[in-house]
């Protein structure tokens, strides 16, 4: 029976069944890719023509939208990795029974419709300077809805971001024995602050560029809540201009898709340098 049915005869069906499975899933990514290159440079009387990439830099709100975008997306990810960092590391070290419950509270922005979410801030900030104008904190409420450097996005690109930067977070924190490191550290002199900097940080690096990453996608890419609030960053002004300049939005939308893969692709990069130090430590 076993010559009957060779080991490679089972590997060679589930072989090409991957291979399909890859052709299909990069036909769905590639096709509407190369569709938006071409719609991008193919002008109907004048051939193929690079016009639009080139017009990118010099068209009016590009800088500024994109800046604003990678401010705001800065800002963020910093936030969401002080909140987050500590508490998971505390969930593992002190209280594992209460991971459940912060997961179920990360999680809640996924049930929440955008739309929703973004109403009840609109309702928050128009009902504050309505019963706080004899108080400190309307100053606040003006501050936060600062055009320059809306804050009231990184707020809310926050809890919208909870939910990937704790998953990585939590698979990276899985992968270590936080206990013992802590413990180890702890051991040689270090204070709590220490041991969580020079312990368990190093060995969260593969997890920490996926959470940042993943929350830098997010606030680029995020265009419902700017929108409905009457701000302006990147996401907000490729829409705002492809009414009047369809090539061109197309073409930033290309240029932008090909920035994030790139910038996935150094995270994978980073990453798998991080393994290999820690592996060559180890």
Not at 188 to 194: E, I, N
């Amino acid at each position: 029976m076993a010559l009957l049915n060779p080991p490679g005869s089972r590997r060679r069906p589930q072989h090409l069944w991957r291979w399909a499975v890859l052709a299909v899933a990069a036909l769905y990514f590639l096709v509407p890719m190369a569709a938006s290159v071409v719609f991008t440079v193919d002008v109907p009387g004048q051939g193929i023509t690079f016009d639009a990439y080139t017009q990118i830099f010099s068209t009016a709100g590009f800088t500024s939208s994109l800046v604003l975008s990678l401010e705001l997306a800065a800002a963020t990810i910093a936030i969401t990795l002080l909140l987050l960092v500590p508490a998971t590391v505390a969930l593992r070290l002190g209280a594992p029974r209460l991971r459940p419950v912060v997961e179920v509270v990360c999680s809640l922005p996924l049930v929440v419709p955008p739309i929703a979410f973004v109403a009840g801030i609109g309702t928050v900030l128009k009902w504050g300077p309505d019963y706080l104008s004899r108080t400190p904190l309307f100053e606040t409420f003006v501050a936060i809805q600062n055009p320059g450097f809306p804050f009231v996005l990184v707020l809310a690109y926050v809890v919208m971001a909870l939910p990937f930067a704790y998953r990585a977070l939590d698979a990276g924190l899985r992968a270590i024995d936080v206990r013992t490191l802590v413990e180890a550290a702890r051991s040689c002199g270090a204070s709590w602050p220490q041991a969580l900097f020079q312990a368990v940080l190093p060995n969260l690096r593969g997890a920490l560029l996926n959470a940042s990453f993943l929350t830098l996608a997010m606030v680029l890419g995020e265009f419902s809540v700017a929108q409905l609030l009457g701000f302006q960053p990147f996401a907000v002004w490729i829409v705002n201009i492809s009414g009047s300049q369809a090539q061109l939005s197309v073409a930033v939308s290309v240029l932008s898709l090909l920035v994030t893969w790139a910038l996935l692709l150094a995270l994978a990069v980073l990453g798998g340098r991080s393994a290999r130090t820690s592996a060559a430590k180890g």
